[in-house]
């Protein structure tokens, strides 16, 4: 598990780490992927689960609009 930032042997700073390294829970939304423009982050899928890009026409049926 890498924690921080991990120094190889050549000293490089070590910035990208595969996903099996990460904890859950483990990335701020600051280092999330991007996403469209007039989408929101939430979960339309039932139960709990991954974060999903909503668009404007399904968050209506959401919220019971």
């Known amino acids: 598990t890498i924690t921080n930032k991990t120094i190889n ?3 490089n700073i ?3 780490i595969g996903t099996s390294e990460l904890s859950d829970e483990g990335v701020t939304l600051p280092k999330m992927a991007h996403i469209a423009t007039n989408r929101i982050l939430g979960r339309s899928t039932a139960g709990t689960g991954d974060v999903e890009s909503l668009t404007a026409t399904s968050i209506p049926a959401m919220i019971g609009l």
Do not use: H, S
């Open 9 to 11: 042997a050549d000293n």
């Open 14 to 16: 070590i910035t990208n």
